[in-house]
């Protein structure tokens, strides 16, 4: 895919500046995390999945959690997307309790969730028609955003016939075009091949850059952390638990020879280190 990024979209206004009236809330997207704690518990065994999470996302910010398998980086997300209960602790969006799922956090998974008897179109269209937005103003909204992920000529396609990275940019323009205040993102890439993983890495940041929202977002991958975020939270497994948290100091204008910098290399070397010590 080419870099999203032209003269054309460049003159485009973001999303939020076109649509007026539709939005999620006043708010943008400030996630407190207080004391959170997870135990899942059958009849026979408890397992502490989550403990003492505190953790504060600012509004905008573009934060990633680390950490290897079993740390509890899903449950984490999944809570925040209100799909699941906490034992402990509070969560907040913009000073809002979080108790369930709700339009003002968007979520894009690994599994491609796109609805398959609906087109390309229709998807991105989805949350918007829910909400109640007049037919003019949803077709509006979709073009602009075929436009970003550059799907323009796959709009009346359905998900089967597009690839795996194709998938997942539907799926970021379907939770976005929904004007969430929070993307939460769990392994989006993970079932990419390399290029297009960087690919959409690239046009992931694109989005952001674009739309200014806060992305809660998960991974193994160290190289795909520090490419993406601007703060990276490490977590340790057994229990669940935030271990160290790393300013990215890289500038926001990120291309693919950044990967080469000195100053991200470091930052491999010891996010390694970290992961291998754990
Ligand atoms: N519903 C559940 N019941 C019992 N244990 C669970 C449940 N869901 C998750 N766990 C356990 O909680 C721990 C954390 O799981 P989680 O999926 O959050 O980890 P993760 O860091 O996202 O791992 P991965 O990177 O492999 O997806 C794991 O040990 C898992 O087995």
Redesign the pocket.
């Known amino acids: 895919m080419q870099p999203v990024r032209n003269e054309q979209n460049a003159a485009m206004a973001p999303v939020n500046e076109r649509t007026e009236g539709v939005a999620a809330g006043q708010g943008q997207g400030r996630i407190e995390i207080r004391g959170l704690q997870k135990v899942?518990a059958s009849a026979k065994t408890q397992?502490e999945?989550l403990r003492d999470i505190d953790l504060t996302i600012a509004e905008n910010e573009f934060l990633t959690i680390l950490?290897p398998?079993?740390?509890?980086?899903?449950?984490l997300l999944r809570i925040v997307a209100g799909l699941e209960d906490p034992t402990g602790g509070e969560l907040t969006v913009d000073g809002d309790a979080i108790i369930g799922p709700g339009a003002d956090r968007g979520m894009v998974f690994q599994g491609y969730t796109l609805f398959p008897w609906l087109t390309v179109r229709e998807n991105i269209e989805y949350g918007p028609k829910l909400k109640g937005v007049p037919t003019l103003v949803r077709r509006g909204l979709s073009s602009h955003w075929l436009k970003i992920i550059r799907l323009e000529s796959f709009a009346k396609s359905y998900p089967k016939q597009l690839s795996g990275g194709m998938k997942q940019r539907v799926a970021i323009a379907r939770a976005l075009a929904n004007r969430p205040k929070v993307l939460l993102m769990d392994e989006p890439f993970g079932a990419l091949d390399a290029q297009t993983k960087l690919e959409m890495q690239e046009m992931l940041l694109e989005v952001w850059e674009r739309e200014k929202t806060t992305v809660l977002f998960i991974t193994?991958d160290i190289d795909e952390a520090i490419f993406l975020s601007q703060r990276i939270v490490v977590m340790g497994a057994n229990p669940?638990r935030i271990i160290r948290e790393f300013q990215v100091e890289l500038p926001n204008e990120r291309t693919a020879d950044v990967r080469e910098t000195p100053g991200f290399l470091k930052l491999k070397r010891e996010l390694a280190q970290l992961l291998k010590h754990d």
């Open positions: 899942y397992f999945a950490g398998s079993g740390c509890g980086k899903s449950t193994h669940g």
